[in-house]
């Protein structure tokens, strides 16, 4: 029953599930007679196509489609309407960020020209508003902003606007001081504005907007509501009035100490206040706060200067002209300072005539260069020794002002006059007029420089280095030197890389960010900071990836920065800048600074100026494979020298193997001898500077002073004491520089010879005041040997042709990285990592220019002992003909081994055989070797001890 049950049920349960009941009751019935399934499998079709006419049915509505609404007809006039629109904007935004590219790639000159052109059309704008009716929007707006601002004093702002902008275009590079004066300007505005408004007042907005303007502006108002508001308007005007002079004391940059002299100067410009010698100057003595062991004290330049006296006397009661520029006027009088001959003290005080010690402090200075120069005395001398008598000075004691050591680079004819002391024999050479003059009871002008005698003997000493003393020698103007544009501080090739290093960054996944950077003329360092916890070594690993992307081989990676926790990644700019010689010299640093051994190298990667002191190096060694500005630094080192010293104060010792390199310079007076383009007469130049250092360091041990410029100071000084009976004319040393152009080329010839002599140099000769400057092209182990490095402590490595020149000369990698023309790493003594830098460059005109300036003042006067050896030597004899060197390389060899073979002087010296027997030949004929005994090697003669004995009688120095 229940199974017939389940089966009844199951039946219509299908057909509900198939959705046809009649068909269900059917098969039901059919089943329950007992048929088998075959016929219902037939069925089965039958009820399919019944299902997909109602499926079909029941989808029918969905595909239909809404009708669709009749064309608008404005709808094509919206669309071009918008069409044309967007293209409009498309247009104009294009030409808009055009204009932007274009203004972030203008040159920084026209950028600041701009400015000034911009400061200049607003400054006739608001004048024609503000000083005429000027009508329109234009006049209403300038009425409304500057006169509503600046209420009564709106007169004077087109006034400071032009004033703004003639400094910009007067002085485009000057830019240092834009935020000082900034600030000075807003702080002066204020301060008078406020005062204004309360001279007038002090109305307040609720008065309405034309009593603002009568008054003080809106400016005004805001400076001194709020001191009126909380102190009262007899405290706020005092406070005005400091903020007043605040603002005038920057902007004129002034401190508070100078305003006296500052006022005096400008009395004295406007004629108000007569000059005299007690007028302030800002000269500072360095020299004489160092020699005093206490600060730097003013002195008076012009107070002992005859020429000075006559001049400011004569212009006494003249107005002087208009003040020049503060920037230039201490470039020029740091400049005429440093051009200044030395000259005697006691020069009278202006406004009074000159009496008898006026005369006889002049005159000693005049004096000096007659006696120690074998002249007769000028007509003042003899009015003087004749118009002084001894009664009217008896008792006295008369001294002599000496000028303060390398005040200025004196000229020659001062040289000799500060150089020489008064001696016996210098008193010998006087004329007969002197002693006359002191057997008549006259004073003799020869005793006011005369020193005591000193009873000690002085070492015998050669011909000092010194110029005649009839020459008044004058520094060559800088103007002979260009001027090169104001730096670029950013470009769009700068944006382009910083975008580029961020893309590298973020597609290997390091947490690091571009930060910053700094742009040289040559490369730009870009600062990358890194996040927590990432290893420096990311970045360093990324240096392929990185020159990939910014597309330059010449990536530099420095991990840190020296002295800040970033990455530097040094990349050269694609726009490059060049660096003039004459921009550098013309800092303010190199004015100021005038000791004759500075000279100018560059600017680095931060856009600083680079000078070095080669007295501080003491001596530089400069390589660099060929076309990378080796030369060029070459000519700066020696331009700057004979821009900043005369010959008294520098001599050189020029050797150019190449011929080509230094011929400009032949001629100039700071030669000490023509240039040398002999490889053997430069070792013989360089075993007379060994010999001339030797000399130097005799005076210095015989008079008790470590270093020769404390030697000079004590000549000058007069502290100098010469023994009785001594012939000697002491004089004070010039630095002496040596400048070797290539290096590799004199090794070649005289290794030995060579080495020896620069060895000893570089150990010994900085006190001296010798100093060298070793310069080749190919820094390999057997050119810049050992004992070279230890004692060149100053690098200037150009781009070498691999890392291991580099390392040669750096002792660390980085100069074939470099891009040559300039690009230069300077590695100073003392420093631990080299720094960077553009080399300056002079022109072949400007070098030319300066060369005939030089020449123009004055003859080189040169010394004959240079290229020449210590002692006459003898002829040589015919048969060692040119086989000297090698003849004295094979002795010292067998010598040295005790062993003669031929066969090993041809491997030692790699000479064929021929030479090789030719060469035992002669050692055989001079007692060297013993005879041939068939293959066996020769007996040696001559002990290792005799060496130095048998090759001076080689070389002809020595009898056999």
Same mark, same amino acid.
């Given at each position: 029953?229940?199974?017939?049950?389940?089966?009844?049920?199951?039946?219509?349960?299908?057909?509900?599930?198939?959705?046809?009941?009649?068909?269900?009751?059917?098969?039901?019935?059919?089943?329950?007679?007992?048929?088998?399934? &075959?016929?219902?499998?037939?069925?089965?079709?039958?009820?399919?196509?019944?299902?997909?006419?109602?499926?079909?049915? #029941?989808?029918?509505?969905?595909?239909?489609?809404?009708?669709?609404?009749?064309?608008?007809?404005?709808?094509?006039?919206?669309?071009?309407?918008?069409?044309?629109?967007?293209?409009?904007?498309?247009?104009?935004?294009?030409?808009?960020?055009?204009?932007?590219?274009?203004?972030?790639?203008?040159?920084?000159?026209?950028?600041?020209?701009?400015?000034?052109?911009?400061?200049?059309?607003?400054?006739?704008?608001?004048?024609?508003?503000?000083?005429?009716?000027?009508?329109?929007?234009?006049?209403?707006?300038?009425?409304?902003?500057?006169?509503?601002?600046?209420?009564?004093?709106?007169?004077?702002?087109?006034?400071?606007?032009?004033?703004?902008?003639?400094?910009?275009?007067?002085?485009?590079?000057?830019?240092?001081?834009?935020?000082?004066?900034?600030?000075?300007?807003?702080?002066?505005?204020?301060?008078?504005?406020?005062?204004?408004?309360?001279?007038?007042?002090?109305?307040?907005?609720?008065?309405?907007?034309?009593?603002?303007?009568?008054?003080?502006?809106?400016?005004?108002?805001?400076?001194?509501?709020?001191?009126?508001?909380?102190?009262?308007?007899?405290?706020?005007?005092?406070?005005?009035?400091?903020?007043?002079?605040?603002?005038?004391?920057?902007?004129?940059?002034?401190?508070?100490?100078?305003?006296?002299?500052?006022?005096?100067?400008?009395?004295?410009?406007?004629?108000?206040?007569?000059?005299?010698?007690?007028?302030?100057?800002?000269?500072?003595?360095?020299?004489?706060?160092?020699?005093?062991?206490?600060?730097?004290?003013?002195?008076?330049?012009?107070?002992?200067?005859?020429?000075?006296?006559?001049?400011?006397?004569?212009?006494?009661?003249?107005?002087?002209?208009?003040? *020049?520029?503060?920037?230039?006027? *201490?470039?020029?009088?740091?400049?005429?300072?440093?051009?200044?001959?030395?000259?005697?003290?006691?020069?009278?005080?202006?406004?009074?005539?000159?009496?008898?010690?006026?005369?006889?402090?002049?005159?000693?200075?005049?004096?000096?260069?007659?006696?120690?120069?074998?002249?007769?005395?000028?007509?003042?001398?003899?009015?003087?020794? +004749?118009?002084?008598? *001894?009664?009217?000075?008896?008792?006295?004691?008369?001294?002599?002002?000496?000028?303060?050591?390398?005040?200025?680079?004196?000229?020659?004819?001062?040289?000799?006059?500060?150089? %020489?002391? *008064?001696?016996?024999?210098?008193?010998?050479?006087?004329?007969?007029?002197?002693?006359?003059?002191?057997?008549?009871?006259?004073?003799?002008?020869?005793?006011?420089?005369?020193?005591?005698?000193?009873?000690?003997?002085?070492?015998?000493?050669?011909?000092?280095?010194?110029?005649?003393?009839?020459?008044?020698?004058?520094?060559?103007?800088?103007?002979?030197?260009?001027?090169?544009?104001?730096?670029?501080?950013?470009?769009?090739?700068?944006?382009?890389?910083?975008?580029?290093?961020?893309?590298?960054?973020?597609?290997?996944?390091?947490?690091?960010? %571009?930060?910053?950077?700094?742009?040289?003329?040559?490369?730009?360092?870009?600062?990358?900071?890194?996040?927590?916890?990432?290893?420096?070594?990311?970045?360093?690993?990324?240096?392929?990836?990185?020159?990939?992307?910014?597309?330059?081989?010449?990536?530099?990676?420095?991990?840190?920065?020296?002295?800040?926790?970033?990455?530097?990644?040094?990349?050269?700019?694609?726009?490059?800048?060049?660096?003039?010689?004459?921009?550098?010299?013309?800092?303010?640093?190199?004015?100021?600074?005038?000791?004759?051994?500075?000279?100018?190298?560059?600017?680095?990667?931060?856009?600083?100026?680079?000078?070095?002191?080669?007295?501080?190096?003491?001596?530089?060694?400069?390589?660099?494979?060929?076309?990378?500005?080796?030369?060029?630094?070459?000519?700066?080192?020696?331009?700057?020298?004979?821009?900043?010293?005369?010959?008294?104060?520098?001599?050189?010792?020029?050797?150019?193997?190449?011929? %080509?390199?230094?011929?400009?310079?032949?001629?100039?007076?700071?030669?000490?001898?023509?240039?040398?383009?002999?490889?053997?007469?430069?070792?013989?130049?360089?075993?007379?500077?060994?010999?001339?250092?030797?000399? #130097?360091?005799?005076?210095?041990?015989?008079?008790?002073?470590?270093?020769?410029?404390?030697?000079?100071?004590?000549?000058?000084?007069?502290?100098?004491?010469?023994?009785?009976?001594?012939?000697?004319?002491?004089?004070?040393?010039?630095?002496?520089?040596?400048?070797?152009?290539?290096?590799?080329?004199?090794?070649?010839?005289?290794?030995?010879?060579?080495?020896?002599?620069?060895?000893?140099?570089?150990?010994?000769?900085?006190?001296?005041?010798?100093?060298?400057?070793?310069?080749? +092209?190919?820094?390999?182990?057997?050119?810049?040997?050992?004992?070279?490095?230890?004692?060149?402590?100053?690098?200037?490595?150009?781009?070498?042709?691999?890392?291991?020149?580099?390392?040669?000369?750096?002792?660390?990698?980085?100069?074939?990285?470099?891009?040559?023309?300039?690009?230069?790493?300077?590695?100073?003594?003392?420093?631990?990592?080299?720094?960077?830098? +553009?080399?300056?460059?002079?022109?072949?005109?400007?070098?030319?220019?300066?060369?005939?300036?030089?020449?123009?003042?004055?003859?080189?006067?040169?010394?004959?002992?240079?290229?020449?050896?210590?002692?006459?030597?003898?002829?040589?004899?015919?048969?060692?003909?040119?086989?000297?060197?090698?003849?004295?390389?094979? &002795?010292?060899?067998?010598?040295?081994?005790?062993?003669?073979?031929?066969?090993?002087?041809?491997?030692?010296?790699?000479?064929?055989?021929?030479?090789?027997?030719?060469?035992?030949?002669?050692?055989?004929?001079?007692?060297?070797?013993?005879?041939?005994?068939?293959?066996?090697?020769?007996?040696?003669?001559?002990?290792?001890?005799?060496?130095?004995? %048998?090759?001076?009688?080689?070389?002809?120095?020595?009898?056999?």
């Amino acid at each position: 029953m229940s199974t017939g049950v389940d089966t009844g049920n199951l039946g219509p349960m299908a057909s509900s599930t198939s959705g046809k009941g009649s068909q269900s009751t059917a098969g039901t019935a059919k089943g329950r007679t007992g048929r088998t399934t &075959a016929p219902a499998k037939k069925a089965a079709p039958a009820r399919k196509p019944p299902a997909k006419k109602a499926a079909a049915a #029941r989808r029918a509505p969905v595909r239909k489609v809404a009708a669709k609404p009749a064309p608008s007809p404005t709808g094509g006039v919206v669309r071009l309407v918008r069409a044309c629109w967007l293209g409009l904007a498309h247009a104009v935004g294009a030409v808009f960020r055009g204009i932007g590219n274009g203004a972030r790639n203008l040159d920084p000159a026209h950028r600041k020209d701009g400015v000034a052109l911009l400061l200049l059309a607003l400054a006739l704008i608001v004048a024609a508003g503000t000083w005429s009716n000027l009508n329109g929007p234009v006049g209403d707006l300038v009425t409304m902003l500057i006169t509503g601002a600046f209420g009564r004093l709106d007169l004077l702002v087109p006034i400071l606007l032009g004033v703004m902008a003639v400094r910009f275009i007067r002085h485009p590079e000057q830019t240092d001081a834009n935020g000082r004066i900034g600030i000075g300007l807003s702080a002066l505005a204020i301060g008078v504005l406020g005062l204004v408004h309360i001279a007038c007042g002090a109305p307040g907005r609720d008065e309405g907007t034309t009593a603002m303007q009568n008054a003080g502006g809106l400016i005004g108002w805001g400076a001194s509501k709020p001191l009126i508001f909380t102190m009262g308007a007899p405290l706020a005007v005092p406070m005005l009035v400091l903020l007043t002079v605040f603002g005038l004391l920057v902007v004129t940059a002034t401190p508070v100490n100078a305003i006296p002299q500052r006022l005096r100067g400008l009395g004295i410009r406007l004629g108000v206040i007569a000059p005299n010698e007690y007028d302030a100057y800002d000269a500072y003595d360095e020299e004489g706060a160092a020699a005093e062991g206490g600060p730097g004290r003013r002195v008076r330049p012009g107070r002992h200067d005859p020429e000075q006296w006559r001049a400011r006397s004569g212009a006494a009661g003249d107005a002087a002209g208009d003040p *020049a520029d503060p920037v230039d006027a *201490a470039e020029q009088e740091a400049l005429a300072r440093r051009r200044r001959p030395r000259r005697g003290a006691g020069s009278p005080a202006l406004g009074r005539e000159m009496d008898a010690v006026d005369v006889a402090a002049a005159a000693a200075a005049a004096l000096d260069g007659a006696v120690y120069g074998g002249m007769p005395p000028s007509a003042l001398v003899a009015d003087l020794t +004749q118009g002084i008598s *001894a009664a009217e000075h008896e008792g006295a004691e008369l001294t002599t002002a000496v000028p303060p050591a390398r005040e200025a680079p004196a000229p020659p004819a001062a040289a000799a006059s500060a150089s %020489v002391e *008064a001696s016996p024999a210098a008193e010998a050479a006087a004329p007969p007029h002197d002693s006359t003059a002191a057997a008549s009871g006259t004073l003799a002008v020869p005793d006011l420089t005369k020193a005591p005698q000193r009873n000690e003997s002085l070492p015998p000493r050669a011909e000092q280095l010194q110029l005649r003393g009839d020459i008044t020698y004058a520094l060559p103007s800088l103007d002979l030197l260009e001027r090169g544009g104001p730096g670029k501080t950013r470009s769009a090739a700068n944006d382009a890389v910083v975008a580029s290093l961020t893309n590298v960054f973020t597609e290997f996944k390091v947490d690091a960010q %571009v930060t910053g950077f700094t742009r040289g003329p040559t490369v730009t360092r870009y600062e990358v900071t890194l996040g927590a916890a990432v290893k420096v070594e990311r970045i360093t690993a990324l240096a392929k990836n990185i020159a990939y992307a910014v597309a330059s081989p010449d990536v530099r990676i420095i991990s840190p920065i020296p002295g800040k926790s970033a990455v530097g990644i040094e990349i050269p700019n694609t726009d490059r800048e060049m660096v003039n010689l004459g921009d550098v010299l013309r800092l303010a640093d190199a004015a100021e600074d005038d000791h004759p051994m500075l000279v100018a190298l560059g600017k680095d990667v931060e856009g600083g100026y680079v000078m070095a002191n080669l007295a501080k190096m003491p001596h530089v060694l400069v390589a660099g494979a060929t076309g990378s500005g080796k030369s060029s630094c070459i000519n700066c080192l020696i331009t700057s020298v004979m821009v900043r010293a005369t010959p008294e104060d520098v001599r050189m010792v020029l050797v150019d193997p190449k011929r %080509v390199e230094l011929t400009a310079y032949e001629g100039i007076p700071h030669l000490i001898t023509p240039i040398i383009t002999n490889p053997k007469r430069a070792a013989e130049a360089l075993q007379w500077v060994v010999r001339e250092m030797d000399l #130097r360091y005799d005076d210095l041990a015989a008079f008790g002073y470590r270093h020769i410029d404390d030697f000079n100071q004590a000549i000058r000084d007069g502290k100098i004491k010469l023994p009785p009976g001594s012939e000697r004319e002491l004089s004070p040393y010039p630095y002496l520089l040596v400048i070797v152009d290539e290096l590799a080329d004199l090794m070649m010839v005289a290794p030995r010879d060579v080495e020896d002599s620069i060895v000893r140099i570089t150990q010994l000769a900085r006190a001296a005041g010798i100093h060298l400057v070793l310069a080749t +092209q190919r820094p390999s182990v057997d050119v810049v040997t050992g004992l070279i490095k230890a004692n060149v402590p100053s690098r200037l490595a150009f781009a070498t042709s691999s890392l291991a020149d580099s390392r040669v000369i750096l002792d660390q990698p980085g100069a074939e990285k470099l891009i040559g023309k300039g690009d230069g790493l300077f590695l100073p003594m003392g420093a631990n990592k080299p720094v960077r830098l +553009q080399g300056a460059f002079v022109t072949e005109d400007e070098i030319a220019g300066i060369v005939q300036h030089c020449k123009d003042q004055m003859a080189p006067v040169f010394r004959d002992d240079v290229t020449v050896g210590q002692k006459q030597k003898k002829e040589i004899d015919e048969e060692i003909g040119d086989d000297l060197d090698l003849l004295c390389q094979a &002795a010292e060899l067998v010598v040295t081994t005790q062993f003669g073979s031929t066969s090993m002087l041809q491997r030692k010296l790699r000479v064929g055989f021929a030479k090789a027997g030719r060469l035992m030949d002669l050692m055989e004929s001079r007692a060297i070797v013993g005879p041939s005994e068939g293959s066996k090697a020769r007996d040696v003669l001559v002990k290792p001890d005799e060496l130095d004995g %048998v090759l001076a009688v080689i070389r002809g120095e020595t009898q056999p």
